[in-house]
């Protein structure tokens, strides 16, 4: 994966403008904020709406392995002293626990599907 000369951060080849001289190993956004492409010609690019869709739908599928944790440290603090109402939590947190990973893999279909939604329709120029 190249890097970019501006940002110094590495995107696979298709984030990057075409061109030499100043265009040579440029980032899309950087060509962009640099001024040396318009918004409209940056096909490829990521606008801020973009990515913030992208993101929230990433969070979305990652969510429940922060939840989990969360739970069980609950159950830990408060409930799992408390009869019968730990216990009772204790099966269903159990039971979360072992539905994640299905869950996961279950919804990693529609979650492909979302981001190819969000992803700007672009084909790489010959050559590259
Ligand atoms: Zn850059």
Redesign the pocket.
């Known amino acids: 994966m190249p890097t ?6 590495t ?1 696979g080849r298709e984030q990057f403008v075409h061109g030499n001289g100043p265009m040579t190993q ?6 962009v ?1 640099t001024g040396i492409i318009s918004k409209e010609d940056a096909a490829n690019m990521y606008d801020d709406s973009l990515g913030s869709a992208r993101l929230q739908i990433m969070a979305r599928r990652y969510s429940i392995f922060m939840y989990i944790p969360l739970l069980w440290t609950l159950w830990i603090i408060v409930l799992s002293g408390v009869k019968p109402w730990g216990l009772y939590f204790l099966g269903l947190l159990i039971l979360l626990t072992l539905l994640a990973p299905v869950w996961f893999i279950y919804r990693g279909g529609q979650y492909s599907g979302d981001m190819a939604r969000l992803t700007p329709a672009y084909d790489r120029p010959k050559g590259h």
């Not at 970019?4 to 951060?9: G, L, T, V």
């Not at 440029?26 to 060509?31: I, L, P």
């Open positions: 970019c000369r501006h940002c110094s951060s995107y440029v980032c899309v956004r950087c060509a904020d």
